[in-house]
Structure formats: C-alpha cells, structure tokens
C-alpha cells in the first residue's frame, strides 16, 4: 500500500488508554472513523486487512467486523473482487443519499413510516429544490438535463428504463441546487418511492375491458402513487 495513505500511529491500545474494557472490535471501529472523519484517512483505499491487522494487534475477522460496521454508517463501501477492497466513502450527495434510503427502506419494511408520507415528502421537497436549481445551474447542468429528457422522449411508456431516467432527471435537478443535503434527500426519497415504477403504463387499447371494471377503480394520473402491495390489497 502506497505510503501516502495516511494510518493510525500506533495499535489502538496505546493510542486509547480509555479504552480498557471496551471490545476490540468497538475500539478498531472507533479509531477508524476518528481516522476518516478528521482526514487522516482520506477519500480512497485502506490499508489492506493484514496491515490494519498488524497495526491495530487484533485478528482479521475483527479487523473485518469493524469495517462491515463503518459501511453500514456510509463512511466506507466494501468491493468484491480481485481489483476491490475497502474504499473511504466520498461525501456527496450519492454516498449521503445511500445511507438515507438504507434507513428509509428499512422503516418503510418495518412499518414506522408509510410509502405514502415518502411519496408526500418527496413531492414537497422537489418544488423548492427546482426553484434554488434554476438559480444555480450553469449551462452544463441544463445540457446534462436535457439529454437526460431527450432520451426519455425517444422511449415507450412501456420501456423498462424509463423509471430509471425518471429517477434520474429529477435527481439531477437536486444536485443542480448545488445543496448536497437537499440532493442526498430527493436522492433518497426518489429512489425509495419510484413513483413511475409503480403507474400502470399499460395503453388503454391493450386492456381488454371488462364488465367490472370502472373509470373509479383506474388509478388518477395525480394520485399518490401506491406500491404494489397496497394497491392489490385495495382492489
């Protein structure tokens, strides 16, 4: 590993003489995200497993045990592979967004909160956020969003990745605010809700009518949109 990644000093141990008593994997955990969060540990790669291993004295599945707990936090992203390894998290809107909707997705699981507040708040908040957007923007981030809606118009309703450049082109107009806490929010709020995956967007000549079925009973095109669980429980 390259010198200029910064470490800590000294096995944690010595650093901490408050310490004693505290779990080893607590105190790694701690002094990791000391080390990132007061820039000693900056945006990038970590020291390998055996080296952290090394410094801090303990084993590597503890050394493993701390990191799994800094990347629930968002405060590193762990990569497969041959190429990968643990990776300092950068701070912009997409690392703060990822952990909001982590949380978000599971209160929604739980049931603390509703997918109807989500879908509300994220309604609420992208007015505002297009206002301060149109303010900020330079020229790059309105070619940027116009390409994105270009592509949206040259697909079909029924196209699968039209969810997808929905979520998008409302996700760059939060980050043309140029607020990244607003930004991480809608990031947030629109990936969880995904409003247009949930709409029917079944032409109406593709649908063979039937006696029971009503103009009531089609969802509105201004109605919050519902996910699938709730609307086959209300039909």
Same mark, same amino acid.
């Given at each position: 590993?390259?010198? +200029?990644?910064?470490? #800590?000093?000294?096995?944690?141990?010595?650093?901490?003489?408050?310490?004693?008593?505290?779990?080893?994997?607590?105190?790694?955990?701690?002094?990791?995200?000391?080390?990132?969060?007061?820039?000693?540990?900056?945006?990038?790669?970590?020291?390998?497993?055996?080296?952290?291993?090394?410094?801090?004295?303990?084993?590597?599945?503890?050394?493993?045990?701390?990191?799994?707990?800094?990347?629930?936090?968002?405060?590193?992203?762990?990569? #497969?592979?041959?190429?990968?390894?643990?990776?300092?998290?950068?701070?912009?809107?997409?690392?703060?967004?990822?952990?909001?909707?982590?949380?978000?997705?599971?209160?929604?699981?739980?049931?603390?909160? &509703?997918?109807? !507040?989500?879908?509300?708040?994220?309604?609420?908040?992208?007015?505002?956020?297009?206002?301060?957007?149109?303010? =900020?923007?330079?020229? +790059?981030?309105?070619?940027?969003?116009?390409? *994105?809606?270009?592509?949206?118009?040259?697909?079909?309703?029924?196209?699968?990745? *039209?969810?997808?450049?929905?979520?998008?082109?409302?996700?760059? *107009?939060?980050?043309?605010?140029? =607020?990244? *806490?607003? +930004?991480?929010?809608?990031? +947030?709020?629109?990936?969880?809700?995904? @409003?247009?995956?949930?709409?029917?967007?079944?032409?109406?000549?593709?649908?063979?009518?039937? #006696? &029971?079925?009503?103009?009531?009973?089609?969802?509105? @095109?201004? !109605?919050?949109?519902? @996910?699938?669980?709730?609307?086959?429980? &209300?039909?």
């Amino acid at each position: 590993m390259s010198s +200029a990644v910064a470490r #800590p000093s000294s096995p944690i141990t010595d650093a901490d003489p408050r310490a004693e008593g505290v779990a080893p994997r607590q105190q790694v955990e701690d002094a990791l995200r000391k080390a990132v969060l007061d820039g000693q540990l900056r945006t990038g790669d970590l020291p390998p497993e055996t080296e952290l291993a090394r410094q801090f004295s303990v084993s590597r599945p503890t050394i493993r045990e701390a990191l799994s707990a800094l990347e629930t936090q968002g405060l590193i992203r762990k990569v #497969p592979g041959a190429g990968g390894g643990s990776f300092v998290q950068a701070v912009d809107y997409t690392a703060l967004g990822e952990v909001v909707q982590e949380s978000m997705h599971n209160l929604l699981r739980l049931g603390s909160v &509703s997918f109807h !507040e989500v879908a509300m708040a994220r309604q609420h908040l992208e007015i505002p956020v297009a206002v301060l957007a149109a303010t =900020n923007r330079t020229d +790059a981030d309105l070619k940027e969003l116009r390409a *994105i809606h270009a592509d949206m118009k040259r697909r079909t309703v029924g196209d699968p990745l *039209i969810a997808e450049l929905d979520a998008q082109f409302h996700i760059t *107009i939060a980050r043309m605010s140029g =607020n990244r *806490i607003l +930004a991480s929010l809608v990031y +947030a709020l629109h990936r969880e809700s995904e @409003p247009v995956g949930y709409l029917d967007l079944t032409p109406n000549w593709a649908v063979t009518p039937s #006696p &029971s079925t009503s103009a009531s009973s089609r969802q509105s @095109p201004t !109605e919050t949109p519902r @996910p699938p669980s709730e609307r086959s429980s &209300s039909t």
